[in-house]
């Protein structure tokens, strides 16, 4: 029995409402995909001939290798980013490094920071629209400037990476330690991606025709992704640790005062320590021409007085060979508000400034007297004066009159870290606290009468640090200034770190990272646990 003309009419008018809900779907659908094309390949309106099916080949030969160009650029611009990003406690010393060699001040650690950060955010960006294009079955048509652009960040982050390799190779150690307090977050991030990536893996790989192909694309995509679950197995960090077992915080030693707050090697530096809540002071110390011990970190005037414009022809002269009549006419601290090395120069208010503008160059014996009169520790590098100097051989000497005879400051406030004569120095003052720069045997430390270790915040190392402890061997850091290091060597067990950020580690009353064995077992159990389910999910859901 036929249908009737009402049923009929019914049927037809279904289907139109069908076709007209498709077109509309279609036709809203092709503004995203003409946008995504036009971004990646400028060829707004090429989508539509240039459809395929997933599973088929996405692009020519040229758009493979293109594609697979920009994926390690992708991830060497990753590496580059995260490793200059973890490097920030030492641009400092990266930027008075290339004032050193160009002669001139700038901050390049920050515009190589910027710049690092803009060429990897528009890569990622690239690399997104890729995605989104095979997802959506189109061909690749990568425009030229693009891969022009791939090519220049390429280049950008091979070379850089390779010079700064090659002249602060010790940034590497600091990424290693990095790991040690983002790897559980890298952990979370890493197999985030890998859920997100298995969406359009798994939409191509059940309708590919070629079975090799198919087992290429799933295994790598399988190892990347079991290596991730297990990844936490191996990981080590001494601040997942047993609730308790947290030691008290490292007391903050400012280096060279408060170098954040005002000029390095200044009264006012140091003052600026003290009231920020630096337990100790440290300074490098130079003597004069005619015996008067300063202070000075620099072989030169240079960088840290206007020795340029008051002797302007003595600006490479060690600041050795200057009479103390000379020190005293040059300005230590007007350098502070031109160069503004940390950024703060600018907030400082007209009365601050001028206490910059006014400070001059410290003696030693000033330098003792403000520890003594705030009871703080004390620790100075001290070198050794040029040949042909009158302090040449009696340098050590000349330090220990002006620290028994001149100043009002207690032996025993004095970490002692010169490494010559120390046995003499040692029967001239048993108070000293001799203090090694070397990670030297217990038994040859102990033979030395070593109370104190003063080490580079490289050389980290929690068994290290217990071990010299047992032995009441205190173990100083230097230079920790970012608040992830202070946190690692806080779980280390340090007791003392160096820092040019007394003001802003003084308020970090908890490690920054901090969790039980257990906490993390269940952190990254549980995310491997939801990505495998979702993955799951989005396999099944594609076959």
């Known amino acids: 029995m036929g249908r009737s003309p009402v049923s009929l009419s019914r049927l037809k008018l279904g289907r139109l409402k069908v076709v007209r809900r498709q077109l509309l779907q279609r036709y809203e659908h092709q503004p995203f995909v003409s946008c995504l094309a036009g971004l990646y390949g400028c060829q707004w309106r090429r989508y539509q001939r240039a459809k395929a099916q997933p599973g ?38 990266f930027d008075w490094f290339n004032f050193g060699n160009l002669g001139f001040w700038f901050p390049w650690s920050v515009v190589l920071l910027v710049v690092s950060a803009a060429l990897f955010t528009y890569i990622a960006l690239l690399l997104v629209l890729a995605v ?95 290596t991730l679950y297990l990844v936490p197995l191996g990981m080590y960090s001494p ?47 130079t003597i004069s021409y005619d015996g008067v011990p300063f202070l000075m970190h620099d072989s030169t005037l240079r960088r840290t007085t206007n020795v340029h414009e008051v002797f302007p022809n003595r600006t490479s002269t060690p600041a050795a060979m200057f009479t103390w009549a000379e020190l005293e006419m040059l300005s230590a601290g007007a350098w502070f508000l031109t160069r503004d090395p940390f950024g703060t120069a ?63 400051i207690n032996s025993s406030q004095v970490l002692w870290l010169p490494a010559d004569q120390r046995d003499v120095v040692q029967e001239i003052d048993p108070e000293l606290q001799q203090t090694s720069g070397d990670r030297a045997s217990v038994e040859e430390l102990q033979e030395e009468r070593i109370v104190r270790l003063n080490l580079h915040y490289s050389s980290m190392s929690q068994e290290q640090i217990s071990k010299y402890a047992s032995v009441n061997i205190s173990t100083n850091l230097y230079v920790v200034s970012q608040p992830w290091l202070y946190s690692l060597a806080w779980c280390a067990g340090a007791q003392s770190v160096t820092t040019n950020a007394l003001h802003l580690l003084k308020n970090l009353h908890k490690p920054i990272f901090l969790m039980t064995p257990h906490e993390y077992s269940m952190m990254w159990i549980l995310t491997d646990i939801v990505s495998a389910v979702l993955i799951t999910a989005v396999f099944i859901f594609h076959w």
């Not at 022009?148 to 070379?159: E, K, M, N, P």
């Not at 893996?201 to 190892?223: D, E, S, T, W």
């Not at 601050?352 to 620790?379: C, M, W, Y």
Request: hydrophobic share 45%.
């Open 346 to 408: 600018s907030s400082l208010d007209l009365e601050e400034r001028s206490l910059v503008e006014n400070q001059t160059v410290p003696t030693l014996k000033d330098f003792l007297d403000l520890a003594a009169q705030h009871g703080r520790l004390v620790i100075f590098d001290l070198r050794r004066p040029p040949q042909g100097h009158p302090y040449h051989n009696t340098w050590i000497t000349r330090t220990l009159e002006v620290l028994h005879n001149e100043s009002s």
């Open 56 to 93: 088929e080949c996405c692009c020519s030969r040229l758009e493979c290798g293109s594609f697979g160009l920009l994926i390690v650029t992708f991830f060497l611009t990753l590496v580059f980013l995260y490793f200059w990003s973890e490097a920030q406690n030492d641009y400092n010393d």
């Open 132 to 226: 989104c294009l095979l997802s959506e079955g189109q061909r690749l048509y990568l425009h030229w400037s693009h891969k022009i652009g791939i090519l220049v960040t390429l280049t950008f982050s091979i070379s850089a990476t390779a010079v700064l390799s090659d002249l602060w190779s010790k940034e590497w150690k600091t990424l290693l330690l990095s790991f040690q307090v983002t790897a559980p977050f890298l952990h979370v991030g890493g197999v985030l991606l890998m859920t997100l990536l298995s969406w359009p893996i798994a939409l191509h790989f059940f309708r590919m025709n070629k079975r090799v192909r198919q087992v290429v694309i799933l295994g790598l995509y399988l190892a990347v992704l079991f």
């Open 239 to 285: 601040c997942i640790k047993e609730e308790g077992t947290l030691g008290p915080a490292p007391i903050l030693i400012g280096h060279r005062g408060a170098p954040m707050l005002a000029p390095e090697n200044t009264q006012l530096s140091f003052q600026r320590a003290v009231e920020a809540g630096g337990e100790g002071l440290e300074t490098d110390v």
